[in-house]
């Protein structure tokens, strides 16, 4: 079973500090996903990392991807408060045949950040 | 950019009563699917469906759910008697394709109250 670690599940910070987000799963698998979620709003799609060393940036977000380690960061580069929400990481299982499988996700990463 | 589109935005339903869940996928994809996330907690998969067929769903998506593409636009959860613990925000998601490129578009969501 395909299963999906995030931490810190809840991460206060101030404004121009830098921080980073960890995502572990523990199965093979060469699809991550990180998605952002404001309060009672739908899941907006940040990266998509498909392939070992893959290293992707928007803004001030950086997310890497390690296949070997199983891992995935997300990097928060000086903060702003506008990057407060939950961030999750998800990981896409293969089904049989290769087809397009489903996501697990992690528990969520709620990001408070504060001036 | 072209969204998916879930109706209701919320719902509140008494238990034991059926409800649908609607959604109008991206036109262009092909694969459809549905998760949920209890309030706090992260996001589950439910089913996947491809060229009018279940190919994929988890322990939750039990007898009392099922899924249908009546009209080859609208895909639709249909929860026939529910309970209080299927009180949740409803996700559906579609994706263009299989392979490893193509991501998922989340729709905004339809909260479900049961009471």
């Known amino acids: 079973e395909l299963k999906v670690e995030q931490n810190p599940l809840f991460l206060s910070m101030q404004e121009g500090k830098n921080y980073t987000i960890y995502c572990n799963y523990s199965?093979?698998?060469?699809?991550l996903y990180w998605y952002r979620q404001d309060p009672g709003k739908s899941l907006e799609s940040l990266f998509v990392l498909l392939s070992n060393g893959a290293v992707k940036q928007e803004g001030r977000l950086m997310a890497s991807l390690d296949t070997k380690a199983r891992l995935s960061t997300l990097h928060i580069t000086a903060a702003v408060h506008d990057l407060s929400a939950t961030y999750f990481c998800?990981?896409?299982?293969?089904?049989?045949?290769?087809?397009?499988?489903?996501?697990?996700f992690g528990k969520g990463t709620k990001l408070s950040v504060k001036p | 950019e072209p969204e998916v589109t879930q109706t209701p935005s919320h719902q509140v339903t008494q238990m034991g009563q059926e409800v649908i869940l609607r959604c109008v996928p991206i036109s262009n994809h092909l694969y459809f699917y549905w998760y949920r996330q209890i309030l706090g907690q992260k996001v589950e998969f439910l089913v996947s469906f491809y060229n009018n067929e279940i190919s994929e769903k988890s322990e939750i998506f039990d007898d009392q759910f099922s899924v249908e593409r009546p009209d080859g636009s609208n895909f639709t959860l249909k929860i026939r008697s529910t309970k209080l613990e299927d009180s949740a925000m409803y996700f559906c998601a579609s994706s263009e394709g299989a392979g490893v490129t193509y991501g998922y578009t989340f729709g905004s969501g339809t909260r479900l109250t049961v009471v």
């Open positions: 199965t093979t698998s060469d699809r």
């Open positions: 998800a990981v896409a299982l293969m089904n049989y045949g290769g087809s397009q499988g489903n996501l697990i």
